[in-house]
């Protein structure tokens, strides 16, 4: 009897689901800080942008997960 295989590429698709994570906080909040810097309220815009690319990337994460998880973790 053979072992089954590894899965050895599950690794990489784990870190492309943090790296989208850091992005989308990081893109949002470079908007709020440029719309900050045109509308001169400094932290405002900034603080909102990084809070909703937090939640964009948060629930990017959750959908994935809940798609692999009904799917068997195939």
Do not use: C, Q
Not at 4 to 20: C, D, H, I, R, V
């Amino acid at each position: 009897m053979t072992p089954a295989p590894k899965n050895e590429g599950s690794g990489y698709e784990y870190f492309g689901m943090s790296l989208n994570f850091a992005i989308a906080i990081l893109l949002f909040g470079a908007a709020g800080w440029f719309l900050d810097g045109w509308v001169h309220t400094r932290p405002l815009f900034t603080i909102i942008g990084a809070f909703v690319g937090g939640f964009a990337g948060f629930m990017s994460i959750y959908y994935k997960v809940k798609k692999d998880t009904a799917k068997g973790g195939e």
